[in-house]
C-alpha cells in the first residue's frame, strides 16, 4: 500500500548523518482547498507545508514552527505551519495568475523569509532569512548552513495531488562526519523528482544508499488541522476593546470573520460582543461558526 501522510525518521548508524521523508496527500489535499491560484502557486504552498514537516521533526519542542514568506512581487505572501505533532495548515496570496518564475521573482527583490517557533515552555525564535535562493529548498539550507552551522541537503516537490520532501543533515558529533556527509550528498543528488513522488521511504533509502546500513524509524501521521476556532477569535476580539467594538457595530450589525487557512466564518453580534466585554472570557463555539 502507498505510503501517504505520514513521516519518517531515519538515521545512518555507522555515519554522522540523519535524515527524514515526508509525504502529504490527503492533507495536502484538504489543505489547498481554500487556496487559489495556478499550479505553480499551489506547487510552492506543497512544498513549503512539506518543508515545515522536515524542520518541525528536526527540533525538540511542543508547539508549531511557522514559515513566512513575503514580497511586494506578484506573490505577496506564502504562509506554512506544523506543530509538533504534524498538524499543518497553510495559506498563500498573491496574483493568481503568475507562470512558473524563481523565488525571488515571484516574491520581488526585497522578498524575505521568516522563521518562527512557538514553543508551549519557552520565548518564540524567529529568524529572518533572505531570499538568497530560486527555490524554498535553497533558501532553507543557507539558513541552515548559516544559522545552524549544520549541512543540510533538501528535496521538495508538489503537484496536484502530492506534496513531498527529503532532509539530509550532518551529525558533527561523529569524527568522520564531513567525509561522511560529502559521499552520502553525492548519491542522494541522483534522486528525481518522479522517484520522491512514487517510492516509498524505504525504496528511495534502498536506491540511495543500498551499502550502507540505515535505520528508519515508525511512521508518524501528519493531518490538516487548523488551529481556528470562535474561542481564539473572541479573545482577539476582546483585546480590541470596547470603543473599537462599538464602532463597528455602528457600521454593521455583525461582526464576521473569515478564515484563510480552512474557510470557516465566524459570526458575532451586538449581545455576543457584549457578553465578551463583560466576561473577558471567550465564547464557545455555537451555531454562528459556518464553514
Not at 513521516?7 to 487556496?35: M, N, P, Y
Not at 503537484?159 to 539530509?168: I, K
Not at 521511504?201 to 493531518?223: G, M, Q, S
Given at each position: 500500500?502507498?505510503?501517504?501522510?505520514?513521516?519518517?525518521?531515519?538515521?545512518?548508524?555507522?555515519?554522522?548523518?540523519?535524515?527524514?521523508?515526508?509525504?502529504?496527500?490527503?492533507?495536502?489535499?484538504?489543505?489547498?482547498?481554500?487556496?487559489?491560484?495556478?499550479?505553480?502557486?499551489?506547487?510552492?504552498?506543497?512544498?513549503?507545508?512539506?518543508?515545515?514537516?522536515?524542520?518541525?521533526?528536526?527540533?525538540?519542542?511542543?508547539?508549531?514552527?511557522?514559515?513566512?514568506?513575503?514580497?511586494?512581487?506578484?506573490?505577496?505572501?506564502?504562509?506554512?505551519?506544523?506543530?509538533?505533532?504534524?498538524?499543518?495548515?497553510?495559506?498563500?496570496?498573491?496574483?493568481?495568475?503568475?507562470?512558473?518564475?524563481?523565488?525571488?521573482?515571484?516574491?520581488?527583490?526585497?522578498?524575505?523569509?521568516?522563521?518562527?517557533?512557538?514553543?508551549?515552555?519557552?520565548?518564540?525564535?524567529?529568524?529572518?532569512?533572505?531570499?538568497?535562493?530560486?527555490?524554498?529548498?535553497?533558501?532553507?539550507?543557507?539558513?541552515?548552513?548559516?544559522?545552524?552551522?549544520?549541512?543540510?541537503?533538501?528535496?521538495?516537490?508538489?503537484?496536484?495531488?502530492?506534496?513531498?520532501?527529503?532532509?539530509?543533515?550532518?551529525?558533527?558529533?561523529?569524527?568522520?562526519?564531513?567525509?561522511?556527509?560529502?559521499?552520502?550528498?553525492?548519491?542522494?543528488?541522483?534522486?528525481?523528482?518522479?522517484?520522491?513522488?512514487?517510492?516509498?521511504?524505504?525504496?528511495?533509502?534502498?536506491?540511495?544508499?543500498?551499502?550502507?546500513?540505515?535505520?528508519?524509524?515508525?511512521?508518524?501521521?501528519?493531518?490538516?488541522?487548523?488551529?481556528?476556532?470562535?474561542?481564539?477569535?473572541?479573545?482577539?476580539?476582546?483585546?480590541?476593546?470596547?470603543?473599537?467594538l462599538e464602532g463597528i457595530?455602528?457600521?454593521?450589525?455583525l461582526i464576521e470573520v473569515?478564515?484563510?487557512?480552512?474557510?470557516?466564518?465566524?459570526?458575532?453580534?451586538?449581545?455576543?460582543?457584549?457578553?465578551?466585554?463583560?466576561?473577558?472570557?471567550?465564547?464557545?463555539?455555537?451555531?454562528?461558526?459556518?464553514?
Amino acid at each position: 500500500m502507498k505510503q501517504q501522510d505520514i513521516l519518517r525518521r531515519f538515521i545512518f548508524e555507522a555515519l554522522g548523518v540523519r535524515g527524514e521523508w515526508v509525504r502529504l496527500e490527503h492533507s495536502w489535499q484538504r489543505a489547498k482547498l481554500h487556496q487559489q491560484g495556478a499550479l505553480c502557486v499551489q506547487q510552492l504552498l506543497g512544498e513549503a507545508l512539506a518543508a515545515v514537516v522536515l524542520m518541525s521533526a528536526t527540533i525538540k519542542f511542543k508547539g508549531s514552527l511557522i514559515m513566512q514568506v513575503q514580497g511586494n512581487g506578484a506573490l505577496k505572501t506564502l504562509v506554512a505551519q506544523s506543530t509538533d505533532e504534524h498538524n499543518i495548515r497553510g495559506l498563500i496570496r498573491g496574483d493568481q495568475t503568475i507562470k512558473k518564475a524563481v523565488l525571488t521573482e515571484l516574491f520581488g527583490k526585497d522578498g524575505y523569509m521568516v522563521l518562527t517557533i512557538e514553543s508551549e515552555t519557552a520565548e518564540p525564535y524567529q529568524g529572518i532569512v533572505p531570499l538568497a535562493g530560486n527555490t524554498i529548498a535553497e533558501v532553507l539550507q543557507s539558513y541552515f548552513v548559516q544559522s545552524e552551522q549544520l549541512q543540510t541537503r533538501l528535496w521538495l516537490f508538489a503537484n496536484e495531488t502530492q506534496a513531498v520532501g527529503l532532509l539530509l543533515q550532518e551529525l558533527p558529533s561523529q569524527g568522520t562526519y564531513k567525509e561522511d556527509w560529502a559521499r552520502i550528498e553525492i548519491l542522494a543528488n541522483t534522486v528525481t523528482e518522479q522517484e520522491l513522488m512514487e517510492l516509498s521511504c524505504e525504496d528511495i533509502l534502498y536506491r540511495l544508499f543500498n551499502e550502507d546500513k540505515v535505520t528508519v524509524f515508525e511512521a508518524e501521521p501528519v493531518n490538516f488541522v487548523c488551529s481556528c476556532s470562535r474561542q481564539k477569535i473572541a479573545q482577539t476580539l476582546y483585546s480590541m476593546g470596547r470603543t473599537e467594538l462599538e464602532g463597528i457595530l455602528a457600521e454593521r450589525e455583525l461582526i464576521e470573520v473569515h478564515c484563510e487557512f480552512c474557510g470557516s466564518h465566524y459570526v458575532f453580534d451586538k449581545v455576543d460582543v457584549e457578553r465578551i466585554l463583560v466576561a473577558g472570557a471567550p465564547l464557545s463555539d455555537s451555531p454562528t461558526t459556518r464553514h
